[in-house]
């Protein structure tokens, strides 16, 4: 069983930034691309970033330029860093992973932590 945990969401104001960290654990043999993807209320999920094991990254337009995602491949982990925040950012924030275990190959989720941006 695979697990991805996440952390660092909360309540900033516009123009400020936040970071967003997440750790897989469990029967992991490799783990391809990791990334965060975010759904607003009313609307559907939608990709802020991944990046691949060789660090290959991929980002819509809207958000290049003010988030950095990182990963660490030793830890299992992706962070994303997310600055001058904008109200429009506010929403559920899911990690994503593309792992491959013992067994098979799966896609894993986090439970989500919620950025609130204020005006």
């Known amino acids: 069983q695979v697990q991805l945990v996440e952390s660092g969401g909360g309540l900033v104001q516009a123009g400020g930034s936040l970071r967003l960290s997440c750790t897989a654990s469990g029967t992991i043999l490799i783990i391809n691309a990791m990334g965060w993807y975010r759904q607003a209320p009313g609307k559907q999920r939608e990709l802020v970033a991944s990046i691949t094991s060789r660090g290959t990254i991929n980002a819509p337009d809207s958000v290049k330029g003010r988030i950095t995602i990182s990963r660490d491949n030793s830890k299992n982990t992706v962070n994303l860093q997310m600055n001058s925040l904008k109200p429009e950012d506010t929403a559920v924030y899911y990690c994503?992973?593309?792992?491959?275990?013992?067994?098979?190959?799966?896609?894993?989720w986090g439970q989500g932590t919620l950025v609130t941006v204020s005006s």
């Open positions: 994503n992973a593309d792992v491959i275990t013992t067994y098979r190959s799966l896609e894993v």
